[in-house]
T-cell receptor
Framework: AQTVTQSQPEMSVQEAETVTLSCTYDTSESNYYLFWYKQPPSRQMILVIRQEAYKQQNATENRFSVNFQKAAKSFSLKISDSQLGDTAMYFCAFMGSNTGNQFYFGTGTSLTVIP | EAGVAQSPRYKIIEKRQSVAFWCNPISGHATLYWYQQILGQGPKLLIQFQNNGVVDDSQLPKDRFSAERLKGVDSTLKIQPAKLEDSAVYLC?????????????FGEGSRLTVL
């Protein structure tokens, strides 16, 4: 079975600073996808960034980037130049290519950006 | 493009009563998911549909929960009778079966409070 672990229940960062959210996962599959989803307070969950396991290059989307360490099964999210709108719950998610598009989510990290 | 629609947004019921939630996925999305998100936890998959067929309902408490997706479009999740521990946000999500490797699009959720 796939498991996703987020060991930081809460984090805070000063506006304009950089913060890194951690995620580890466990799987026996060789081909899979990893995602970071953002859930702002009382708003719907949206995709932040995704990474295909077969790609060695780390994904980047504007101020968001990941550090994907396949051997260590680690998938951290770095947010640069943090903005107040980044305040949200962040969920790491795993989808295996052999599990019929089923997503496994971590327990989330609550990020607060402090003005 | 219209997003995933869910209703009602909020529902308060007493234990042993019944409740139904409705979801209309993004047009053309063959895969539909219902997740339960208890406060402070990550989303937990209840049931996954591919068109109008069930792909995975292994975590659905079938003695009280039921779901259907008639005609492979919108879906209804029902709880009868409700228990206190069913208090949660029920998230509906949809995705294309192919193409952009399974990105999930979420609705705003239906928050259930069982008294």
């Amino acid at each position: 079975a796939q498991t996703v672990t987020q060991s930081q229940p809460e984090m805070s960062v000063q506006e304009a600073e950089t913060v890194t959210l951690s995620c580890t996962y466990d799987t026996s599959e060789s081909n899979y996808y990893l995602f970071w989803y953002k859930q702002p307070p009382s708003r719907q969950m949206i995709l932040v960034i995704r990474q295909e396991a077969y790609k060695q290059q780390n994904a980047t989307e504007n101020r968001f980037s990941v550090n994907f360490q396949k051997a260590a099964k680690s998938f951290s999210l770095k947010i640069s130049d943090s903005q107040l709108g980044d305040t949200a719950m962040y969920f790491c998610a795993f989808m295996g290519s052999n599990t019929g598009n089923q997503f496994y989510f971590g327990t989330g990290t609550s990020l607060t950006v402090i003005p | 493009e219209a997003g995933v629609a869910q209703s009602p947004r909020y529902k308060i019921i007493e234990k042993r009563q019944s409740v139904a939630f409705w979801c209309n996925p993004i047009s053309g999305h063959a895969t539909l998911y219902w997740y339960q998100q208890i406060l402070g936890q990550g989303p937990k998959l209840l049931i996954q549909f591919q068109n109008n067929g069930v792909v995975d309902d292994s975590q659905l408490p079938k003695d009280r929960f039921s779901a259907e997706r008639l005609k492979g479009v919108d879906s209804t999740l029902k709880i009868q009778p409700a228990k206190l521990e069913d208090s949660a946000v029920y998230l509906c999500a949809s995705s294309l079966s192919r193409g952009r490797f399974g990105e999930l699009f979420f609705g705003e959720g239906s928050r259930l409070t069982v008294l």
